[in-house]
């Protein structure tokens, strides 16, 4: 059972990245699946989260009206749309998946399994 982060990479201020999130071993349907990011120096932050039917979605504050999570059921894969990036968006960022997103969607020992992690980073 495992995820797999993937997309990140080198993009230049105003930009855009889509990362993905893939799971091998089970289906990405039962999960509620969070986006957290990290930062050099800084604590893991909750990016967004989609809950197990896509209707429901939460972003952080810092990235609402930019970034978009999505997910395409036929493919087991969950999708982080990032658009007009900016400096601070430069963190590695992870997938997650739990049972559910709910008001503490941001808190990370509520996720069971974790990707390893992608690069993002923002060049200014």
């Known amino acids: 059972v495992q995820l797999q982060a993937s997309g990140g990479g080198l993009v230049q201020a105003g930009g855009s990245l889509r990362l993905s999130c893939a799971a091998s071993?089970?289906?990405?349907?039962?999960?509620?699946i969070g986006w957290f990011r990290q930062a050099p120096g800084k604590e893991r932050e909750g990016v967004s989260c989609?809950?197990?039917?896509?209707?429901?979605?939460y972003y952080a504050d810092s990235v609402k009206g930019r970034f978009t999570l999505f997910r395409d059921k036929a493919k087991n894969t969950v999708y982080l749309q990032m658009n007009s990036l900016n400096p601070e968006d430069t963190a590695v960022y992870y997938c997650?998946?739990?049972?559910?997103?709910?008001?503490?969607?941001?808190?990370?020992?509520?996720?069971?399994?974790w990707g390893q992690g992608t690069q993002v980073t923002v060049s200014s």
């Open positions: 997650a998946a739990g049972l559910r997103c709910g008001s503490n969607w941001n808190f990370p020992p509520k996720y069971e399994t």
């Open positions: 989609i809950s197990t039917s896509g209707i429901s979605t």
């Open positions: 071993g089970f289906t990405l349907d039962y999960y509620a």
